[in-house]
């Protein structure tokens, strides 16, 4: 088991290693990163020479690039946003707890539909369960998020006025602060809860075809006890990758929900940042979300290991 973690956590750094390394390579493409950090207007030769030298410039490539490491992985500084004058990682502390709120949220609401609704429909395939279910699968892949976003708002807060259209709900309490919630979660969770849907109904119905169930049956076990112990439990990995994955998208940031209902997150952040040219808030938020998917894989791998000892082992 050690070195399975240890194998693991060597392949999350490197993995964090080689996107700081194409994140330099990208910010190098479009030439001097200087066009971009003074795209004011006039600037005077010893404004120029003075940014040279604080970005390291005036030297090689292979240095340039370790300076670069050294500042985004060890300090986290990757300068002061353009747009705003606020130091980059303090921006993304600021818009990051509004993103992990809707985010833990939205995949709550996957978690709440999508496994159970998966797991009837392989249990009564062929039934009016198994056709609702798909059903709701072909909806929820089907409707692009701002349509049913913006669907959402007319419905439930223009004519129904019974759901706030959009924001955090700043200073509410409550049912009143869950309220603002309900749309932006349902939006951004639509779509992932009918895909873990799919992925746990194929994943059932192939284990519940398997032999060992079967033989689970032969022996007199209850419905219960196949379906929760025997089949869900060894369905569980595919659906846990895609699980793993979507909570970490979710709390990165989406940006097309976020705009919709006016939700300042880390996505809206990123969209406000390359509207603007604001390189320092971009190259901040593709490190954040660099390390959470690394950091939401890592711990998949481990996850994986204790559910199925032959990964532990191998």
């Avoid at 895909?195 to 169930?213: A, I, K, W």
């Amino acid at each position: 088991m050690r070195t399975f973690i240890l194998r693991r956590i060597i392949f999350m750094i490197l993995s964090i290693v080689a996107a700081t390394l194409i994140v330099f390579i990208l910010s190098r493409l479009q030439g001097d990163p200087r066009y971009l950090m003074l795209n004011t207007g006039y600037t005077t030769p010893e404004i120029w020479e003075e940014w040279g030298r604080k970005m390291h410039l005036d030297k090689p490539l292979v240095i340039q690039y370790f300076y670069f490491m050294y500042d985004g992985l060890i300090k986290w500084d990757f300068g002061v946003s353009l747009k705003t004058s606020i130091p980059s990682m303090e921006m993304v502390r600021a818009f990051a707890p509004a993103s992990m709120q809707l985010g833990l949220s939205a995949f709550l609401f996957v978690l709440l539909t999508g496994i159970p609704i998966g797991i009837l429909s392989a249990v009564k395939r062929g039934s009016i369960w198994d056709a609702v279910g798909r059903t709701f699968a072909v909806f929820g892949q089907a409707l692009p998020p701002f349509w049913l976003g913006i669907m959402l708002i007319l419905i439930f807060s223009v004519n129904l006025d019974i759901l706030p259209s959009g924001t955090r709900g700043e200073g509410t309490t409550g049912w009143t602060k869950i309220s603002y919630f309900i749309m932006p979660a349902v939006t951004l969770g639509w779509l992932a809860s009918a895909g873990l849907m799919r992925l746990v109904r194929s994943s059932m119905l192939e284990v519940l075809d398997s032999e060992f169930v079967k033989l689970a049956r032969a022996k007199g076990a209850s419905s219960r006890t196949i379906i929760w112990k025997h089949a869900f439990r060894n369905a569980l990995i595919p659906p846990l990758t895609f699980a793993a994955l979507i909570v970490a998208g979710f709390i990165a940031g989406t940006v097309v929900t976020e705009t919709v209902f006016a939700w300042p997150g880390l996505g809206f952040m990123t969209f406000q940042a390359i509207i603007n040219n604001d390189f320092p808030v971009m190259m901040a938020a593709v490190m954040v979300f660099t390390v959470i998917y690394v950091l939401t894989v890592f711990i998949v791998d481990i996850l994986y290991a204790f559910i199925d000892p032959r990964i532990r082992h191998s």
